[in-house]
């Protein structure tokens, strides 16, 4: 699979969480679920399929990774059907680089992480040291 192209987690479900917290980064900090299921069937990962790897795919994206704080799994307000969005949990802010998720979209899309500006500046703004704490807050908490 693609998850080869880049050092990313070794083990099965962490690559499914990078995924997943790739497409959350690249749209802005928060999708609907049906997004994320959408892709990872384009990935021939079905949510509503057993998978060799990762058993029970929606079990394993909304109960396992949102227990260990990876993704937050928040219901949609006002809506019928009842409708989720996921978000970057907080220990994923703790531990993934979002400049990391850039290097690996850009392996995959054959593109320069700088193309996508936005993201760019969000994730280098974040892991320089150098940037100041209320510049990083107000950049992380527009995505909550």
Same mark, same amino acid.
């Given at each position: 699979?693609?998850?080869?192209?880049? *050092?990313?987690?070794?083990?099965?479900?962490?690559?499914?969480?990078?995924?997943?917290?790739? @497409?959350?980064?690249?749209?802005?900090?928060?999708? *609907?679920?049906?997004?994320?299921?959408?892709?990872?069937?384009?990935?021939? @990962? &079905?949510?509503? %399929?057993?998978?060799?790897?990762?058993? &029970?795919?929606?079990?394993? @994206?909304? &109960?396992?990774?949102?227990? %260990? *704080?990876?993704?937050?799994?928040?219901?949609?307000?006002?809506?019928?059907? @009842?409708?989720?969005?996921? *978000?970057?949990?907080?220990?994923? &802010?703790?531990?993934?680089?979002?400049?990391?998720?850039?290097?690996?979209?850009?392996?995959?899309?054959?593109?320069?992480?700088?193309?996508?500006?936005?993201?760019?500046?969000?994730?280098?703004?974040?892991?320089?040291?150098?940037?100041?704490?209320?510049?990083?807050?107000?950049?992380?908490?527009?995505?909550?």
């Amino acid at each position: 699979m693609f998850l080869s192209v880049c *050092r990313c987690p070794s083990n099965p479900k962490m690559g499914l969480l990078f995924v997943i917290l790739s @497409v959350i980064f690249m749209k802005g900090g928060v999708v *609907r679920e049906n997004l994320i299921w959408n892709i990872l069937k384009k990935l021939r @990962v &079905d949510p509503g %399929q057993k998978h060799e790897e990762f058993g &029970d795919v929606k079990k394993t @994206v909304t &109960d396992e990774f949102v227990r %260990q *704080r990876y993704l937050e799994y928040v219901r949609i307000p006002h809506t019928e059907p @009842v409708e989720y969005e996921f *978000r970057w949990g907080q220990r994923a &802010d703790m531990e993934v680089s979002k400049a990391q998720i850039l290097v690996f979209m850009g392996q995959i899309h054959e593109q320069d992480p700088r193309s996508w500006s936005q993201q760019y500046r969000e994730a280098h703004a974040i892991s320089t040291p150098s940037s100041t704490p209320s510049s990083s807050q107000a950049s992380s908490s527009n995505h909550r």
